[in-house]
């Protein structure tokens, strides 16, 4: 079976980078990157590997909800000057890179869903939990800096809903890190015992005669809102792609290099 490691590219470095004493200093980040690529491979074992990073366009979230993401740090200059000197070293140990036109993380998802298709395996590389909607067998989340993967189960129980209504949670109660609104006046856990009860966006939306009126016209004035937010936090997984797996292929030094 090929196992593709997927690598959210600038959510390992921007974390790498953000421990280096000197924010000029890019061959250490580039020793650093480069150490950690080599113990994700050596961990991993991977038939693949891959770091996807995201590109400079507007994305299609930012153009349906302005407000997006707002607040965040732009990249550091040092940073953003020396990513294709990084990028080219990483080439030369066989570490391939895929440029999305905006997001990253939706070629990700993609990738990730295509493999699956394909009868592999993929192992996505990233802190970024809204990665857990992918609800598949054959994905896995892992987090280098922790050292372990995702661990559903646990944020099952953080967030009091089950994986499959992570996304109508989002949608309800937003998502502070990237902007997501949601509904006003509905915090995470309201929205949690809303799905408990309901399960199911459609379903609260229809029985909201059953709920107090504060709450009910709460959510009756957020509803547009709510599918804003789930259209935002939702992963695209079928964008199309123009890569050839096999320019992706670990090299390994034998006798390591696995038989498929």
Known sequence: MNKFLIIDALNLVRRIYAAIPDDTDMQSLTERVSLACTKLLRVHRPTHVAMVWDGDEISWRKQLYPDYKKGRKPMPEPLAMGLAALQAH?????????????????????????????????????????????????????????????????????????????????????????KIPGIAGIGPKSAAELLKTFRTLPTLFSSLSNLGAKQAKKLAEGKEMARLSYKLAQLQTDLPLNINLKDFRVIYSRPDNPSN
């Not at 993380?105 to 992918?134: N, P, R, Y």
């Open 90 to 178: 990483l080439s030369t140990i066989n570490i391939g890179s895929i440029y999305a036109a905006a997001e990253a993380d939706d070629v990700i998802a993609t990738l990730a869903m295509k493999m699956t298709k394909a009868q592999g395996e993929a192992i996505i590389v990233s802190t970024d939990k809204g990665f857990s909607q992918l609800n598949h067998r054959h994905i896995s989340q892992w987090d280098h800096f922790n050292q372990q993967y995702l661990d559903i189960v646990a944020l099952e129980q953080k967030f009091g809903v089950d994986r499959n209504q992570f996304l109508d949670l989002m949608a309800l109660a937003g998502d502070s890190g990237n």
